[in-house]
């Protein structure tokens, strides 16, 4: 039913330089996919085919990397290297691609609001590639909220409980408990200390929002760390409307920090390390 999925990737992504000097953070590969693919992969689980990628300078290999290279096809075509490609040539194949690009790196709610070109006036998901979500027990973290999605007509933000001395790297929400796994959103704080965090639940890069969010982003003045952060439009749309926190099922891993990549490689490899092998 949700159709679109967008994927903000015009970050510098410092934590990884000088990796990132030259290539996306979303090209970082987990053993050996990058990780924009495994977000696209999800998007698709969830029935979202439409992928609408936000750019920046520098960030062409995402282009290139869902599209075709004959040269290269041609070369490893009836070897047993050719199935390694079996899988993102199912996804060009299943998903539709376009871009666009942030030309000033204004945060987060930028970010989505420069996606509105591609998005247009309907409800659509939002996934950070940097925060690499797998499905331990059924579906993928976009699916079960797009479940949700079609019960609640609402927004909706993944949320997962953090250590304490961890909330100060997230966007932080309190609310309403209106069943073990969902929670309707009263307040939420960008990055608080621990002492005015409002609850350990932290916002994750999973997403579901209703189009009336740009208008609200439009009208977001920059908040912490001079960017437009998604948290304060999405405030907004909880004190007018509706806005549902959801504790997903599965397995997330911070993929922009060094310490969530290295567990994520040593943790995806231990899985899939019989089935890359060639
Ligand atoms: P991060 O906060 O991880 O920032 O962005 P970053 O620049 O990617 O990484 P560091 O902190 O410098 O290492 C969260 C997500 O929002 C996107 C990023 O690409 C990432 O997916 N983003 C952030 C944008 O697309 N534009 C922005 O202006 C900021």
């Not at 090209?27 to 924009?36: A, E, G, H």
């Not at 490609?85 to 942030?102: E, H, K, V």
């Not at 932290?202 to 003045?221: C, K, M, N, Q, S």
């Not at 997903?248 to 994520?264: H, L, N, V």
């Amino acid at each position: 039913m949700i159709k679109k999925c967008l994927f903000p990737a015009a970050g510098y992504g410092t934590r990884f330089l000088p990796a990132t000097k030259s290539m996306p953070k979303e090209m970082m590969p987990i053993v050996s996919k990058p990780l924009i693919e495994y977000g696209v992969e999800e998007a698709l689980e969830a029935g979202m085919s439409d992928i609408c990628i936000v750019t920046g300078r520098g960030k062409r290999a995402l282009e290139d990397h869902f599209d075709v290279n004959y040269e290269l096809e041609q070369q490893i075509s009836g070897t047993s290297k050719e199935g390694l490609l079996d899988n993102i040539r199912q996804l060009i194949d299943q998903c539709t691609f376009s871009y666009t690009r942030q030309h000033e790196m204004k945060g987060l709610g930028h970010a989505i609001q420069t996606g509105k070109a591609l998005v247009g006036d309907q409800p659509f998901g939002v996934v950070l590639a940097d925060d690499l979500c797998i499905n331990t027990e059924g579906h993928g973290v976009l699916s079960q909220m797009a479940q949700l999605y079609k019960q609640f007509r609402c927004s909706i933000i993944a949320v997962q409980e953090v250590p304490e001395d961890e909330v100060h790297k997230y966007g932080v929400i309190a609310g309403q408990a209106i069943s073990d796994d969902i929670v309707r959103v009263e307040h939420m704080v960008e990055k608080p200390s621990k002492e005015n965090a409002p609850s350990n639940l932290a916002i994750i890069g999973r997403y579901i929002l209703t189009p009336d969010v740009f208008d609200l982003i439009a009208d977001t003045e920059p908040g912490k760390g001079g960017e437009i952060q998604i948290t304060d439009a999405l405030m907004k749309q909880a004190q007018r409307g509706c806005v549902l926190a959801y504790k997903f099922k599965g397995k997330r891993f911070d993929c922009g920090s060094i310490d969530g990549f290295i567990e994520a490689t040593n943790y995806c490899y231990d899985r899939q390390c019989i089935e890359q092998s060639v």
